[in-house]
């Protein structure tokens, strides 16, 4: 663990920026033995964190629910374990959102609504829209603000108030299972299999910077998949290698892949 890195794992310098503000919050944990943590990371930030901290013990990647999108990187001193993420004193906060059942405003409206309201996206987890309620996490350090002045998304009106991160509810994603044979594991197979496209168009997207596997961006078609991680193509959407079989009589490798739609 070392802070060099960060000029090796750094692709931008908004990603140098990043990282260096993390790595200060989680290193001021570590040496006053306290609770720490980061904001809200995209899963290609947190993929950079964990090649900044490697293995280091007491580290979580947290979003208040387990499949979270945008998670925070928190440090546990060893008086504290995992169920204090959960607690009231949680680095996060679970807001819900209720309005009229006949409005129905989206994901898009509630960000564009937070942000309108002075708030950095950064501070700013996972926004789950559902019918007449809307989940969403926010930091604790912002969440007084928002009861207090966060009142509508756009022309809908909001009433607000906070919940235990347990009673959050999180919309079941809505997943298309694709039951295929592939060559090899290699990026551009998986794509051409997830997307139903061809291996060449597959390959042209990976090379136009398109692509990112568990949010680390990916140029090369070579690449070979791990089970279960998630792909992004963008213009596309999102897939995962839910799972990988065995080889077929004519050599061809099974695999079972989830489109997200």
């Given at each position: 663990?070392?802070?060099?890195?960060?000029?090796?794992?750094?692709?931008?310098?908004?990603?140098?920026?990043?990282?260096?503000?993390?790595?200060?919050?989680?290193?001021?944990?570590?040496?006053?033995?306290?609770?720490?943590?980061?904001?809200?990371?995209?899963?290609?930030?947190?993929?950079?964190?964990?090649?900044?901290?490697?293995?280091?013990e007491g580290l979580y990647a947290f979003?208040?629910?387990?499949?979270?999108?945008?998670?925070?990187?928190?440090?546990?001193?060893?008086?504290?374990?995992?169920?204090?993420?959960?607690?009231?004193?949680?680095?996060?906060?679970?807001?819900?959102?209720?309005?009229?059942?006949?409005?129905?405003?989206?994901?898009?409206?509630?960000?564009?609504?937070?942000?309108?309201?002075?708030?950095?996206?950064?501070?700013?987890?996972?926004?789950?829209?559902?019918?007449?309620?809307?989940?969403?996490?926010?930091?604790?350090?912002?969440?007084?603000?928002?009861?207090?002045?966060?009142?509508?998304?756009?022309?809908?009106?909001?009433?607000?108030?906070?919940?235990?991160?347990?009673?959050?509810?999180?919309?079941?994603?809505?997943?298309?299972?694709?039951?295929?044979?592939?060559?090899?594991?290699?990026?551009?197979?998986?794509?051409?299999?997830?997307?139903?496209?061809?291996?060449?168009?597959?390959?042209?997207?990976?090379?136009?910077?398109?692509?990112?596997?568990?949010?680390?961006?990916?140029?090369?078609?070579?690449?070979?998949?791990?089970?279960?991680?998630?792909?992004?193509?963008?213009?596309?959407?999102?897939?995962?290698?839910?799972?990988?079989?065995?080889?077929?009589?004519?050599?061809?490798?099974?695999?079972?892949?989830?489109?997200?739609?």
């Amino acid at each position: 663990m070392d802070r060099a890195n960060i000029e090796k794992i750094a692709n931008t310098a908004e990603d140098k920026l990043l990282l260096a503000k993390v790595w200060d919050k989680i290193q001021a944990g570590l040496q006053r033995n306290i609770l720490s943590y980061s904001c809200f990371l995209t899963p290609r930030e947190l993929e950079m964190t964990r090649y900044l901290f490697g293995n280091l013990e007491g580290l979580y990647a947290f979003g208040g629910y387990e499949d979270a999108e945008r998670k925070m990187l928190v440090y546990l001193p060893e008086y504290l374990d995992e169920s204090t993420l959960m607690r009231e004193d949680s680095p996060l906060i679970c807001i819900r959102a209720t309005f009229y059942q006949g409005d129905t405003p989206s994901h898009r409206d509630f960000l564009g609504a937070l942000m309108g309201s002075g708030i950095a996206r950064e501070t700013v987890g996972d926004i789950c829209v559902g019918n007449g309620s809307c989940d969403f996490f926010v930091s604790a350090e912002i969440a007084p603000y928002l009861l207090q002045n966060f009142t509508s998304a756009g022309r809908t009106k909001l009433h607000l108030e906070a919940i235990q991160l347990e009673l959050a509810q999180i919309p079941q994603a809505q997943v298309q299972e694709i039951r295929d044979t592939v060559a090899s594991c290699r990026l551009d197979s998986i794509i051409s299999a997830g997307f139903r496209i061809s291996r060449s168009l597959a390959a042209q997207h990976i090379a136009a910077g398109k692509v990112a596997i568990n949010g680390l961006p990916v140029e090369k078609a070579e690449k070979l998949v791990p089970e279960g991680a998630k792909i992004s193509l963008r213009g596309l959407g999102k897939i995962q290698l839910k799972s990988v079989g065995g080889q077929t009589k004519k050599g061809r490798t099974t695999v079972v892949i989830d489109r997200y739609v």
